[in-house]
């Protein structure tokens, strides 16, 4: 298309905010009283903070804008009629229910129609649709190809669901299927895209089956750029036109909005038919508000009803897409094995590839997260056994039951850093890399009773 070589940052800065600038000497200090849980440090000493892709966007001019002329009506609202548009036009549905954010989607749909011992097939379930679904006492069941389990694997399209075990599950399970998902892309999985072909095949069977078929559309935009770029014959065609199909072979879709919606707060269902849009509506009322603002303030339909068109520039998503693939590129060169391919919303390092001295009841995830706060003010998300590990007995390194993998995830609010930034933090990892084998393990202080990374205290093992 173009001669350069260099993808670049598609906007100018308008808002600037100043960066922590913490020495290491200021940080140990902070860990150590934060008990070495990234999630007890404040982000004001938090210099680079990569903990989530989720609410953390940079709104654009447009949508400050849009944000001033909203129209703060309790009912039918300006505001809702605009998103409600762009919505329809984006996804083909014609029912649109507004939510706060996505757990609340879940929550809404959820209840509306899943039974106790009902199932619900995926490639994988995020872990508040999992959670949701667990709620009602229905089974959350995950069925992505084994290349999706696979870190080294270089499948381009690793959140694919596996299409010989969905229909082998439809036929089994048929009558306890209230309806059939697919998240894309498959943040559990890594953040991996699923094909335009293999959702086809997923809507295929779910069709004949007569299995309605949502789409948890969290990060649908980025998910049809890969399409775009990755799958055979998809290159000539345009990122929307990807995903409208993508929304017309299924019958409707949650979202939570803080992802590609590229706001701070807000999402949505949208549906095909009405069958469900009453009772939802219901539940609606009951504890989100009124159908026309859901839970959100007329402002936010608006900076949403501007995001869900922005976030469809290609030159944008060329450049959210080269961000991610630059930091996997310059982290494996400095020796830091992550996560293949590269998704669009964030590297996953691997940590025990990386860190092979610290055993899994000693947190090599926990110790590199750590690490990289102390040398260079980032804060990332361990996904790894800080987070799944539990013990099958009494507590004790005996009886420890590690995670599948060791992660830890560098996530990439959108639009927020910019390529000097990313060349600042790529310079000083040779120098973690140099003195791994010095870094040492953690040992839990204290190990809340559910959800333990959010509030666990560690210290370091001499
Ligand atoms: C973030 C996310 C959700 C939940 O949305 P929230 O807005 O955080 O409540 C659901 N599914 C996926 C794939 C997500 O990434």
């Given at each position: ?92 549905y014609?029912f649109?229910i ?7 989607a879940e929550r809404l749909l959820f209840e509306a129609v899943l039974k106790?011992g009902m199932k619900v097939p995926s490639n994988?379930h995020?872990?508040?649709t999992r959670?949701n679904i667990?709620?009602i006492?229905a089974e959350a069941v995950?069925l ?17 669901i596996?299409?010989?075990?969905l229909?082998?599950f439809c036929?089994?399970e048929r009558s306890h299927i209230p309806f059939g998902m697919l998240t ?15 959702i086809?095949?997923a809507s295929?069977i779910y069709r004949k089956h007569g299995i309605p078929f949502i789409i948890d559309a ?29 929304f017309?072979l299924a019958d409707g879709c949650m ?14 269902i949208a549906l095909h038919d009405r069958t469900w849009v009453?009772s939802l ?182």
């Amino acid at each position: 298309m173009d001669k350069h070589r260099t993808i670049i940052e598609p906007f100018k800065i308008k808002v600037v905010e100043p960066l922590a600038m913490l020495t290491r000497e200021q940080r140990v200090p902070i860990l150590s009283s934060a008990g070495y849980n990234l999630f007890l440090v404040l982000a004001e000493a938090v210099t680079f903070d990569f903990l989530t892709d989720s609410g953390t966007t940079a709104m654009s001019a447009n949508q400050w804008a849009a944000m001033m002329v909203a129209d703060e009506s309790y009912a039918g609202s300006r505001s809702f009629v605009k998103f409600e548009q762009v919505v329809q036009r984006l996804t083909g549905y014609d029912f649109v229910i507004p939510t706060h954010q996505g757990r609340a989607a879940e929550r809404l749909l959820f209840e509306a129609v899943l039974k106790p011992g009902m199932k619900v097939p995926s490639n994988n379930h995020f872990d508040t649709t999992r959670a949701n679904i667990e709620h009602i006492g229905a089974e959350a069941v995950d069925l992505v190809i084994e290349e999706g389990r696979d870190p080294t694997s270089t499948h381009p399209f690793k959140g694919n669901i596996d299409l010989a075990k969905l229909e082998e599950f439809c036929q089994k399970e048929r009558s306890h299927i209230p309806f059939g998902m697919l998240t894309i892309t498959n943040n559990t999985g890594g953040g991996q895209p699923a094909s335009l072909e293999n959702i086809r095949g997923a809507s295929a069977i779910y069709r004949k089956h007569g299995i309605p078929f949502i789409i948890d559309a969290c990060r649908f935009a980025e998910n049809s750029y890969l399409i775009k770029i990755r799958e055979k014959d998809q290159a000539t065609r345009s990122v929307r036109e990807i995903a409208s199909e993508i929304f017309s072979l299924a019958d409707g879709c949650m979202m939570s909005a803080k992802k590609d919606g590229l706001v701070n707060i807000g999402g949505f269902i949208a549906l095909h038919d009405r069958t469900w849009v009453e009772s939802l509506r219901s539940l609606l009322i009951l504890t989100e508000g009124f159908p026309t603002y859901g839970g959100l303030a007329a402002r936010d339909l608006e900076a949403l009803a501007v995001g869900l068109e922005e976030v469809l520039d290609e030159r944008y998503l060329e450049y959210r897409v080269a961000v991610t693939k630059y930091m996997a590129e310059g982290l494996n060169k400095a020796g830091i094995p992550t996560v293949q391919p590269p998704g669009a919303h964030a590297v996953y390092i691997d940590a025990r590839a990386f860190l092979p001295h610290i055993p899994a009841h000693e947190f090599p995830g926990q110790a590199l997260a750590c690490e990289l706060y102390l040398s260079e003010g980032i804060r990332s998300c361990e996904i790894g056994s800080a987070m799944f590990g539990h013990y099958s007995d009494e507590k004790g390194s005996k009886n420890f039951v590690p995670a599948q993998m060791e992660l830890v995830r560098l996530a990439f609010p959108r639009r927020v850093y910019t390529q000097s930034h990313f060349d600042y933090i790529l310079e000083a990892m040779s120098e973690i890399v140099a003195k791994k084998s010095s870094l040492k393990g953690l040992r839990l202080t204290y190990d809340p009773p559910f959800l333990r990374h959010f509030t666990a205290r560690f210290e370091p093992v001499s």
